[in-house]
């Protein structure tokens, strides 16, 4: 068994088979006979695996026809140097099942073959826009240089009738160049026309006759009138009280803050602990459309102010009966957004008609009127109390206006922004405040300085409609219109809070509004 197999392996060798010389470049080892003898006979029972290289041939070599060496066209590496008739030698291999007609075609552009001709690239694509514009071309079989009817292929009548008109051709004449109307002596400046002069066959512009002019004069005045009427009439304020008893015994109005309700409403302190409410306690009714803002008394909060869709402010007690205690009539439009001032003596209104009123909270009359012909789209009052005479509105055309209450005027504009203005809310002890915009950004601003400080937009940010200051005013939450509410840091940095994003509701679309239990557990 073991001579037999020995004879075999020599065999083996000896019938290496061609392709692995040729890689190898060397020629195949025999296997010597001796070494075999040392192979131990193979034990009753075991198995053993003899593993046979495949022979087979590659599917696809360059064969050099001379000297009848393959190489592998796949190969990286060759370990000796193959000449060059064998390098580009054609490959053999298994023919393309797939290999159609079209396939086999030569091809040297997108649609197919083209032939090399002599034609110019300028006349060629002349003639083609030509087809393509008038539905005619010169025949390119046709000698060209005596043109005639027969020269051209596709709408020959076309062609006729545009006296063989191309693509990149005019049809006008260097000769037929429009003439000018002389413009006399260049020294006689009233009369000198000069580059000014009207051509040869322009026709004067027609003019109104005296009655026409006449007729359109009175149509431009009033129109010009009708729009001096809309600008002029704001809304004429009146006020009515709800409640018999404006004053108490002792002459003291509604805005007294009352004593009779079980806890002290005139302390500022911040209780222990907050407490989720439990129940609803009472629904005031009163507005026919939706309501827009509501601002508590400042400090007390025994009072409510709600303004509305309906033109309307009305101002609710909070205690006791919970009457509407007045109503504040003279916006001909929806009421966006109030502000009280620091003592709520007086408040601030901002309508759709463009106009921001000062009523008085106690007798309900309009103090003044501020309008700069855009619609105010918030309101805010300085909260340092000797500034209590100037305040600021975001409006519609992307600016932030500053009025001063006691001149009626205009003292700054803040105008960076590049959307109509959402909400103002002041921070860093009244020194700054933080605006937010349809830009889907935040500026920081300076007080009196028109150029923002602080600038943050971010790809992924979204316009946010509602931002309320926390009450330790160290943290802004604002109301994103990607349904989660941010925070930023309201100190030096204005940076995003990752850590507290509150997702949950569904807002896309309204400017749900945040706000905090005193504590800030909520």
Same mark, same amino acid.
Request: glycine fraction near 6%; include cysteine; charged fraction near 25%.
């Given at each position: 068994n073991m001579?037999?197999a020995?004879a075999?392996?020599?065999s ?8 692995n010389?040729s890689?190898?470049g #060397?020629?195949?080892?025999?296997v010597?006979? $001796? ?14 695996s003899?593993?046979v290289?495949n ?7 360059k064969?050099?026809?001379? #000297?009848?060496?393959h190489l592998d066209p796949?190969?990286?590496e060759?370990?000796y ?8 030698a054609p490959e053999f ?5 797939? =290999? ?13 073959y083209?032939e090399?001709a002599h034609v110019?690239?300028?006349?060629f694509e002349?003639? =083609?826009?030509t087809f393509?514009t008038f539905g005619?071309a010169?025949?390119p079989s046709v000698? #060209?240089?005596?043109v005639?009817?027969?020269?051209y292929?596709?709408a020959v009548?076309e062609?006729e009738?545009n006296?063989?008109l191309?693509?990149? +051709?005019?049809?006008?004449?260097k000769?037929e160049?429009?003439?000018k ?10 009369s000198?026309l000069?580059?000014?002069a ?8 027609a ?12 149509i431009?005045a009033?129109?010009q009138?009708?729009g001096?009427?809309e600008?002029?009439a ?9 409640i018999k008893?404006?004053y108490?015994y ?10 009779d309700?079980?806890?002290n409403?005139?302390?500022?302190d ?5 407490y ?5 306690l009472?629904?005031w009714?009163?507005h #026919?459309k939706g309501?827009s803002a509501i ?6 909060g025994?009072l409510?102010?709600s303004?509305s869709m309906?033109c309307?402010i009305?101002l609710w007690?909070v &205690?006791n +009966? ?9 916006h001909s439009k ?6 009280f001032?620091?003592t709520?003596?007086?408040f601030?209104?901002a309508? &759709?008609?463009r ?5 008085d ?8 009127r501020f309008?700069?012909r855009k619609?105010p789209?918030?309101v805010?009052?300085n909260?340092? +109390?000797?500034?209590q005479?100037l305040?600021v509105?975001?409006?519609?055309d992307?600016k932030i206006v500053?009025?001063?209450?006691r001149?009626?005027e205009v003292v700054?504009?803040?105008?960076r922004?590049l959307?109509a203005v ?5 921070v860093?002890?009244n020194?700054r405040?933080v605006?937010?915009? $349809?830009?889907k950004?935040?500026r920081?601003?300076?007080?009196d300085?028109p150029?923002?400080f ?5 790809p992924s940010?979204?316009s ?13 939450a604002?109301q994103?219109m990607?349904?989660?509410i ?8 204005f940076?995003l809070?990752?850590?507290k ?6 807002v896309a679309g309204y ?8 504590d800030?557990?909520?």
């Amino acid at each position: 068994n073991m001579a037999a197999a020995a004879a075999s392996l020599v065999s083996y060798g000896s019938d290496s088979d061609s392709e692995n010389e040729s890689k190898s470049g #060397t020629s195949p080892q025999k296997v010597d006979p $001796d070494a075999l003898a040392h192979l131990q006979p193979l034990k009753p029972g075991s198995v053993t695996s003899i593993a046979v290289l495949n022979s087979a041939p590659e599917v696809a070599v360059k064969e050099d026809v001379m #000297t009848g060496v393959h190489l592998d066209p796949a190969l990286k590496e060759v370990s000796y140097n193959p000449t060059f008739e064998t390098m580009f030698a054609p490959e053999f291999g298994p023919a393309n099942p797939f =290999r159609s007609q079209q396939m086999a075609a030569p091809r040297n552009m997108l649609s197919g073959y083209a032939e090399p001709a002599h034609v110019n690239d300028f006349m060629f694509e002349q003639q =083609r826009r030509t087809f393509s514009t008038f539905g005619y071309a010169l025949d390119p079989s046709v000698d #060209t240089s005596q043109v005639s009817s027969s020269s051209y292929i596709g709408a020959v009548e076309e062609a006729e009738k545009n006296k063989g008109l191309m693509a990149f +051709e005019t049809g006008v004449k260097k000769s037929e160049k429009r003439k000018k109307v002389k413009g006399g002596d260049a020294s006689d400046i009233d009369s000198f026309l000069g580059p000014w002069a009207k051509y040869q066959d322009e026709k004067d512009v027609a003019k109104p006759s005296e009655d026409e002019k006449k007729e359109l004069d009175e149509i431009i005045a009033k129109r010009q009138k009708r729009g001096k009427n809309e600008e002029e009439a704001p809304a004429e304020e009146k006020t009515v009280l709800h409640i018999k008893d404006a004053y108490d015994y002792q002459g003291r109005s509604y805005l007294h803050v009352p004593q009779d309700v079980g806890i002290n409403l005139r302390s500022a302190d911040v209780p222990d602990k907050c407490y989720l409410p439990k129940k609803q306690l009472h629904v005031w009714t009163g507005h #026919t459309k939706g309501v827009s803002a509501i601002r508590l008394f400042p400090v007390s909060g025994h009072l409510l102010l709600s303004c509305s869709m309906d033109c309307k402010i009305k101002l609710w007690e909070v &205690y006791n +009966e919970r009457r509407c205690a007045r109503t504040f009539i003279g916006h001909s439009k929806a009421v966006r957004d109030v502000c009280f001032n620091n003592t709520g003596t007086q408040f601030l209104s901002a309508a &759709y008609d463009r106009y921001l009123k000062l009523w008085d909270s106690e007798t309900g009359q309009c103090i003044a009127r501020f309008t700069n012909r855009k619609v105010p789209y918030c309101v805010k009052f300085n909260p340092d +109390e000797d500034k209590q005479n100037l305040f600021v509105a975001g409006m519609s055309d992307k600016k932030i206006v500053q009025w001063d209450i006691r001149s009626g005027e205009v003292v700054q504009e803040y105008d960076r922004h590049l959307g109509a203005v959402n909400t103002i809310t002041f921070v860093d002890e009244n020194r700054r405040f933080v605006s937010t915009s $349809d830009d889907k950004s935040l500026r920081v601003w300076e007080w009196d300085i028109p150029v923002d400080f602080k600038y943050i937009a971010e790809p992924s940010m979204h316009s946010m409609p509602a931002v309320t200051l926390s009450p330790n005013g160290k943290w802004l939450a604002c109301q994103s219109m990607d349904n989660q509410i941010l925070i930023f840091g309201a100190q030096n940095r204005f940076r995003l809070n990752k850590k507290k994003i509150f997702k949950g509701h569904m807002v896309a679309g309204y400017a749900c509004q945040v706000d905090f239990s005193p504590d800030m557990s909520f």
